[in-house]
């Protein structure tokens, strides 16, 4: 008679497989929760003790680690000698290993979760007998995953076994499970540790989506979720119309997200390639929105909106006259939704906005044979810190509006400049090989917006006094910059020459 050990924490559809296995000829060794279960649904078990001759002990702890089960498990069908080992000792062979583990990953997701809960829901045995079988796959079936219950028993009752390719499949799983399950194990410990850089860097994602093709349509794309994913990300927001998310739609909401986190007044920030185009703030959502759209007209057309406010029938019915990909909100008033939902195409996801200051996770950027891993850039600022390197002192009004400029080029490409009053965003200048390009490049944006108000914000030093002397002769009448130049004091002496109140913050904020 055939042999399956059934061990499992998660016991969706459990019965009908297990049932199943018992029609088809096996007979079923169980363990605790699982044979209770199991024996309450009328299938006949056999206790692991039984197989074991030894009873469970430190309160389970240990109960499979045991000769019997990796015997039975690990010998080879092909080589007399290990069955004749197994025929010596009296070890029964096992055909099929059914077991998840411990919900390690849902203990430690608990806010109260206590270290020694955790340690408790580190499973040993499970991981053993998973490997054990996927070792020895060309002998056993090794299931971990409920949504494989179906095809292994559809093989057994068709073919009476499970074939040779299913078997490695499963096995190859089994292996990405257990290292899954190691992973967040290492990564619990190590953060309670407080390593910053440990020696090996043990990350796991689970498959949220196959997309249609990644940045091009010659590329394919695949999104994973942190096994522990944050509460305001993208990939948790609720998707209430549109077609799929792709590839760069995911990219530039992301980017949008990380933006208007920066924000607690209402804020719209639109998105285009990564790079902001517009950001507007207001007294209302529907005044934010007008600001941000007045930024920059041509660029918002086809972009990510991001409001952190709930959007109004009066603000959809001004979005609702261009062409958007996406917008994402805490919410829509219903009839908000129904005019935006018109367009069959838009994007609406909303997302709890209440959880934007999450402690943020480090991000990994790929490179070529490795990646980059560094914490996120959400330092928090406050311009009462900052120096004023010039004569002219800013106002308290410029402080505000070049705080504003600040948040703004924090988040646009390197080399990045902002002109900003204390409305919104002028003019953005970003991704130039060079700073002066990428302030002619806003100078030409803002127009003839620029007046009394109007200040610049770079997101690092400048290198000559090119570009706060053509700042000065545009207009401009403050700007915020890192400072740490050796030539700082030629742009500090060309700033005094043009009248221009210049704050040094000693933060950059390149962003590559």
């Known amino acids: 008679m055939k042999r399956a050990l059934v061990s499992v924490s998660d016991k969706t559809d459990l019965i009908p497989f297990v049932n199943g296995l018992a029609e088809n000829g096996f007979e079923i060794v169980s363990t605790g929760g699982t044979k209770r279960i199991l024996d309450e649904a009328g299938i006949k078990t056999i206790g692991i003790e039984d197989v074991t001759h030894f009873p469970e002990i430190l309160d389970g702890r240990v109960k499979t680690l045991n000769p019997y089960v990796h015997g039975g498990l690990l010998a080879r069908r092909d080589l007399p000698e290990h069955m004749a080992t197994l025929e010596k000792f009296a070890i029964t062979p096992i055909d099929l290993v059914c077991v998840n583990l411990y919900p390690f990953k849902g203990t430690i997701e608990k806010p109260d979760v206590q270290l020694a809960d955790a340690i408790e829901k580190i499973d040993i045995g499970g991981p053993s007998m998973v490997r054990s079988a996927a070792k020895n796959y060309r002998d056993v079936t090794v299931v971990v995953d409920k949504n494989d219950y179906q095809e292994v028993l559809h093989q057994i009752t068709e073919n009476d076994s499970t074939t040779l390719e299913l078997r490695m499949k499963l096995a190859a799983k ?109 007294a209302t959502i529907e005044q934010a929105w007008e600001r941000a759209y007045a930024a920059d007209l041509v660029s918002i057309f086809g972009g990510v909106i991001a409001l952190n406010r709930q959007v109004d029938l009066v603000t959809a019915e001004k979005m609702h006259h261009i062409f958007l990909e996406i917008v994402i909100a805490p919410g829509f008033d219903d009839d908000a939704y129904q005019l935006l939902a018109r367009k069959k195409n838009i994007r609406l996801l909303t997302l709890d906005f209440s959880k934007k200051d999450e402690p943020a996770k480090r991000e990994i950027v790929s490179v070529m044979g490795g990646i980059l891993l560094q914490e996120q850039d959400t330092l928090a600022e406050d311009y009462h810190d900052w120096q004023c390197v010039t004569t002219i002192q800013p106002t308290e009004d410029q402080l505000k509006s070049l705080m504003f400029a600040w948040k703004a080029v924090k988040h646009a490409k390197s080399n990045a400049i902002v002109l900003a009053n204390d409305e919104r965003t002028l003019g953005i200048g970003e991704g130039q090989p060079n700073r002066i390009d990428s302030l002619k490049i806003a100078v030409a944006h803002a127009e003839n917006d620029i007046d009394e108000r109007t200040v610049m914000a770079s997101d690092a030093f400048f290198p000559f006094g090119d570009c706060v002397e053509y700042a000065g002769k545009h207009g401009i009448k403050a700007v915020v910059q890192p400072g740490g130049s050796i030539r700082d004091q030629e742009s500090i002496d060309m700033a005094n020459k043009y009248g221009i109140a210049m704050v040094t913050t000693s933060v950059r904020h390149f962003r590559h």
């Open 174 to 282: 089994a292996f990405r499970h257990t290292a899954a399950y190691d992973a967040l194990i290492s990564q619990y410990l190590t953060n309670l540790d407080g390593l910053a850089n440990p020696e090996k860097l043990t990350l796991t994602w689970n498959l949220k989506e196959t997309m249609r093709y990644g940045e091009n349509s010659h590329q394919q794309a695949w999104l994973y979720e942190d096994a522990l994913p944050k509460s305001f990300s993208v990939l948790q927001a609720q998707q209430l119309h549109g077609k799929k998310l792709s590839y760069n739609n995911i990219k530039d909401a992301d980017e949008a997200l990380r933006c208007i986190r920066e924000f607690e007044e209402p804020t719209v920030v639109a998105m285009k390639h990564m790079n902001p185009c517009g950001i507007g703030r207001g």
